[in-house]
């Protein structure tokens, strides 16, 4: 069975760092896309960061310029690098992968449980 655990969250202050960390475990062959979304309270879960499984990324506008995505498939890790954090960052922050078992398997899909970012002012 395929799971996806979350870390490095936690509370910094506006203008600090931190770096998430995804790790999939189980019998996965490949890696179609793997993502970054966040939910602040009382918002829409949004996008932050995709990167595929040919390494193009892409990054919702408000973390450009501050937010990298990166996997190691060595790993099956995606990290989240967030510089220059500030308060409308304070979220939950969700790792996504579109993964598949075999070769020509079926695509598929899953979630993590979240690890809570809060960037104090």
């Known amino acids: 069975q395929v799971q996806l655990v979350e870390s490095g969250g936690g509370l910094v202050q506006a203008g600090g760092s931190l770096r998430l960390s995804c790790v999939a475990s189980g019998n996965i062959f490949g890696f179609d896309a793997m993502a970054w979304y966040r939910q602040a309270p009382g918002k829409q879960r949004e996008l932050v960061a995709e990167?595929?499984?040919?390494?193009?990324?892409h990054y919702a506008d408000s973390v450009k310029g501050r937010f990298t995505i990166s996997h190691d498939n060595t790993k099956n890790t995606v990290y989240l690098q967030m510089n220059s954090l500030n308060p409308e960052d304070t979220a939950i922050y969700y790792c996504?992968?579109?993964?598949?078992?075999?070769?020509?398997?079926?695509?598929?899909?899953?979630w993590g449980q979240g690890t809570q970012v809060t960037v104090s002012s």
């Open positions: 996504n992968v579109d993964y598949r078992l075999r070769r020509l398997g079926i695509p598929r899909n899953i």
């Open positions: 990167i595929t499984g040919i390494r193009t990324s």
